[in-house]
């Protein structure tokens, strides 16, 4: 029996697994694929097929990377095992943070954290069923021993959550004693096995944040807009078992910046790793589990056979050299191309090195959006502009009945989502600006030679359907005019020639194009998720003193059933997903795909919070 079965056996977990609903499994410092393999295929067998079991893993990125590629890759070619097989295909790169893996249709969710370990389980906000401590090296047997580390877990834990790590010494478990983990058992063959015997309250870190009740029983659901924001939070409803109603101004879906005939999708890499970088790695993670298995059955039209972003300047170029050497970007996430590497890739003359993202490509966001709606839970009804909302009750608590009032008609469901894209009717308090964007259509006659793969220079271009390229974008602050123009086709063209100078031969007055608007935000982040009572917001918050203990603070109060997913900007097609998949944990009560501190950066009312905690009551 290996160290994985025996401390499984001392936990004794399996027999909690046959009328769990759910199971949170942490294991703080790796050696292999063994526990987690263990726990899988017993949860497999013993628990029911609607149940899920979360499992994190947290490590530093070498560590992990190496224990977790190889083996994985290698097993998964000799077997017929359906999880080492979705496993192997969705192995995230060792970067800096979280990354989210759903296995075997979302049954079991892997979370996996490369970083600082202290501050991984300070990342996180669940409760945890069963801990697993392997230290690897000296410091993290330090780190496993000290106050500090204990405290973050008797957080993440609740009453008779058990924890399991090697054999200790007396410091360790005095250390543990303290911090209210009962030790069971310490010997040197089978290890240590500890309970939690009692649960303390912890005050959140942030009550304004809080998440909104969830609404978890699947109803009726309405989406207003059915660009790639609306599109994808309805195919996430319709997939919980939602019955979605999509409510569309136009005659068409993806009639606005969600109409391009193809998009970029690639991360945002910067050099210090911020926030905007591990929020947009997740959304664009995001996006690959959702798109790729429409682009293996040709239900929608793209490639993702890598994309270059070109160095065009010399800030430029520092920037992305920055990026390899202090974030140590993984060669198949990213890597240095030379200007004669990049003409190889793109198919022709390119004047610029720059970086490399093999998983990175182009897709044409109406067949992104056309899949989303094409769902037996989906209904899209076009030419009803919304003009207001109401709901039945005032009771925060109870649960409403929402009404969208459009030209003719007055639509009902349980919840909606507010999806409206740059210019928004019903929500008009948030920060969210219109940004005029064009892009120019080149037919095969305007092209020197064919664009191999999606490219971003002073703005980006791409391959498109039946031979076509685009170009683009404009920006374009603070016109509001939707009319194409021969400037902006000359901006683009001007902006490409730079880059590539030899791909095309045509005149600025001789293309077409379109324009659309994106939505944009202060901070350049969506906003996603419950939209809070903006009353209550500022009688409980912004009139108050922003200096008080935090358990003084009551948690945030939300409009119950009412959801927004917006300001996605000129990076829809890397952010929209993830906004999905957080909608769908709010609604339905479920462990969000972000930490705590992701969820923050894009919740609804940020801007009003941020601006109260750094002055005072507004």
Same mark, same amino acid.
């Given at each position: 029996?290996?160290q994985?079965?025996?401390w499984?056996?001392?936990?004794?977990?399996?027999?909690?697994?046959?009328?769990?609903?759910?199971?949170?499994?942490?294991?703080?410092?790796f050696?292999?694929?063994?526990?987690?393999?263990?726990?899988a295929a017993?949860?497999?067998?013993?628990?029911?097929?609607?149940?899920?079991?979360? #499992?994190?893993?947290?490590?530093?990125?070498?560590?992990? @990377?190496?224990?977790?590629?190889? $083996? &994985?890759?290698?097993? =998964?070619?000799?077997?017929?095992?359906?999880?080492?097989?979705?496993?192997?295909?969705?192995?995230?790169?060792?970067?800096?943070?979280?990354?989210?893996?759903?296995?075997?249709d979302?049954?079991?969710?892997?979370s996996?954290?490369?970083?600082?370990?202290?501050?991984g389980?300070?990342?996180?906000?669940?409760?945890v069923?069963?801990?697993?401590?392997?230290?690897?090296t000296?410091?993290?047997?330090?780190?496993?021993?000290s106050?500090?580390?204990?405290?973050?877990?008797?957080?993440?834990?609740?009453?008779?959550?058990?924890?399991?790590?090697?054999?200790?010494?007396?410091?360790? &478990?005095?250390?543990?004693?303290? =911090?209210?983990?009962?030790?069971?058992?310490?010997?040197?063959?089978?290890?240590?096995?500890?309970?939690?015997?009692?649960?303390?309250?912890?005050?959140?870190?942030?009550?304004w944040?809080?998440?909104?009740?969830?609404?978890?029983?699947?109803?009726s659901?309405?989406?207003?807009?059915?660009?790639?924001?609306?599109?994808?939070?309805?195919?996430?409803?319709?997939?919980?078992?939602?019955? &979605?109603?999509?409510?569309?101004?136009?005659k068409?879906?993806a009639d606005?910046?969600?109409?391009?005939?193809?998009?970029?999708?690639?991360?945002?890499?910067?050099?210090?790793?911020?926030?905007?970088?591990?929020? #947009?790695?997740?959304?664009?993670?995001?996006?690959?589990?959702?798109?790729?298995?429409?682009?293996e059955?040709?239900?929608?039209?793209?490639?993702?056979?890598?994309?270059v972003?070109?160095?065009?300047?010399?800030?430029?170029?520092?920037r992305?050299?920055?990026?390899?050497n202090?974030?140590?970007? $993984?060669?198949?996430?990213?890597?240095?191309?030379?200007?004669?590497?990049?003409?190889?890739?793109l198919?022709?003359k390119?004047s610029?090195?720059?970086?490399?993202? $093999?998983?990175?490509?182009?897709?044409?966001?109406?067949?992104?959006?056309?899949?989303?709606?094409?769902?037996?839970?989906?209904?899209?009804v076009?030419?009803?502009q919304?003009?207001?909302?109401?709901?039945?009750?005032?009771?925060?608590?109870?649960?409403?009945? !929402?009404?969208l009032?459009?030209?003719?008609k007055? !639509?009902q469901?349980?919840m909606?989502?507010?999806?409206?894209?740059a210019?928004?009717?019903?929500?008009?308090?948030?920060? @969210?600006r219109?940004?005029?964007?064009?892009?120019?259509?080149?037919?095969?006659?305007?092209?020197?030679?064919?664009?191999?793969?999606?490219?971003?220079?002073?703005?980006? =271009?791409?391959?498109?359907?039946?031979?076509?390229?685009v170009?683009?974008?404009?920006?374009?602050?603070?016109?509001?005019?939707?009319?194409?123009?021969?400037?902006?086709?000359?901006?683009?063209?001007? =902006?490409?020639?730079?880059?590539?100078?030899?791909?095309?031969?045509?005149?600025?007055q001789?293309?077409?194009?379109?324009?659309?608007?994106r939505?944009?935000?202060?901070?350049?982040?969506?906003?996603?998720?419950?939209?809070?009572?903006?009353?209550?917001?500022?009688?409980?918050?912004?009139?108050?003193?922003?200096?008080?203990?935090?358990?003084?603070?009551?948690?945030?109060?939300?409009?119950?059933?009412?959801?927004?997913?917006?300001?996605?900007?000129?990076?829809?097609?890397?952010?929209?997903?993830?906004?999905?998949?957080? @909608?769908?944990?709010? &609604?339905?009560?479920?462990?969000?795909?972000?930490?705590?501190?992701? #969820?923050?950066?894009?919740?609804?009312?940020?801007?009003?919070?941020?601006? !109260?905690?750094?002055h005072?009551?507004?």
């Amino acid at each position: 029996m290996n160290q994985a079965q025996t401390w499984l056996e001392k936990l004794a977990i399996q027999a909690r697994f046959h009328h769990a609903n759910s199971f949170t499994f942490a294991e703080v410092g790796f050696t292999d694929l063994a526990l987690f393999l263990d726990v899988a295929a017993r949860w497999q067998a013993l628990s029911n097929k609607h149940a899920k079991l979360h #499992y994190f893993i947290l490590e530093t990125p070498p560590l992990l @990377i190496e224990r977790l590629d190889a $083996p &994985v890759r290698l097993r =998964s070619e000799d077997t017929n095992d359906a999880l080492l097989k979705e496993l192997s295909a969705q192995l995230p790169n060792a970067l800096p943070g979280w990354h989210q893996v759903s296995l075997l249709d979302g049954q079991i969710e892997l979370s996996l954290f490369f970083g600082d370990l202290l501050q991984g389980v300070t990342d996180l906000d669940i409760k945890v069923d069963a801990w697993v401590l392997q230290p690897n090296t000296k410091p993290d047997n330090t780190l496993f021993g000290s106050p500090a580390f204990m405290t973050q877990l008797r957080r993440q834990s609740q009453k008779n959550t058990q924890l399991a790590t090697l054999y200790q010494d007396e410091k360790w &478990v005095r250390t543990f004693e303290k =911090s209210g983990f009962h030790v069971q058992s310490n010997h040197v063959d089978t290890g240590l096995i500890a309970q939690l015997k009692g649960e303390r309250r912890f005050s959140s870190k942030a009550p304004w944040f809080d998440r909104p009740l969830a609404l978890k029983k699947p109803g009726s659901a309405i989406v207003v807009g059915a660009g790639l924001a609306g599109a994808s939070v309805a195919y996430e409803l319709a997939e919980a078992g939602w019955t &979605v109603r999509v409510i569309e101004t136009n005659k068409k879906p993806a009639d606005g910046a969600s109409g391009n005939l193809a998009g970029a999708l690639h991360p945002l890499v910067t050099a210090d790793w911020n926030l905007r970088s591990q929020w #947009y790695l997740q959304g664009f993670e995001a996006t690959l589990a959702r798109v790729k298995p429409w682009l293996e059955a040709n239900k929608l039209a793209g490639k993702l056979n890598g994309l270059v972003h070109l160095a065009v300047d010399q800030k430029n170029h520092q920037r992305m050299q920055e990026a390899l050497n202090r974030v140590g970007l $993984p060669h198949a996430f990213a890597h240095w191309v030379e200007p004669d590497q990049a003409s190889k890739l793109l198919g022709g003359k390119v004047s610029q090195a720059g970086l490399f993202f $093999p998983q990175a490509g182009w897709l044409n966001p109406p067949s992104v959006v056309a899949c989303c709606l094409d769902h037996n839970n989906i209904e899209v009804v076009y030419e009803q502009q919304a003009q207001a909302l109401s709901r039945r009750t005032q009771e925060h608590n109870a649960h409403p009945i !929402w009404n969208l009032h459009t030209q003719n008609k007055i !639509w009902q469901a349980d919840m909606v989502v507010l999806a409206e894209g740059a210019l928004p009717t019903l929500d008009k308090t948030l920060p @969210i600006r219109p940004l005029k964007g064009q892009v120019t259509h080149l037919n095969p006659n305007h092209q020197a030679w064919s664009l191999k793969r999606a490219v971003s220079h002073r703005g980006y =271009s791409a391959p498109a359907p039946n031979g076509l390229a685009v170009t683009g974008a404009t920006f374009e602050a603070p016109s509001l005019d939707p009319q194409v123009s021969v400037q902006g086709h000359q901006f683009n063209l001007d =902006s490409v020639a730079s880059s590539l100078p030899d791909w095309l031969d045509v005149k600025a007055q001789a293309v077409t194009g379109r324009v659309g608007f994106r939505p944009t935000t202060p901070d350049h982040l969506p906003v996603i998720g419950g939209l809070v009572d903006s009353d209550w917001l500022e009688s409980a918050y912004l009139s108050q003193s922003h200096t008080q203990a935090l358990f003084k603070y009551p948690p945030q109060c939300y409009q119950r059933g009412l959801y927004i997913s917006n300001g996605h900007g000129a990076r829809g097609l890397m952010s929209v997903f993830l906004a999905a998949k957080i @909608i769908r944990a709010d &609604v339905m009560g479920q462990d969000l795909p972000v930490v705590p501190s992701l #969820y923050v950066a894009t919740h609804p009312a940020r801007f009003k919070i941020r601006e !109260w905690r750094r002055h005072g009551p507004i």
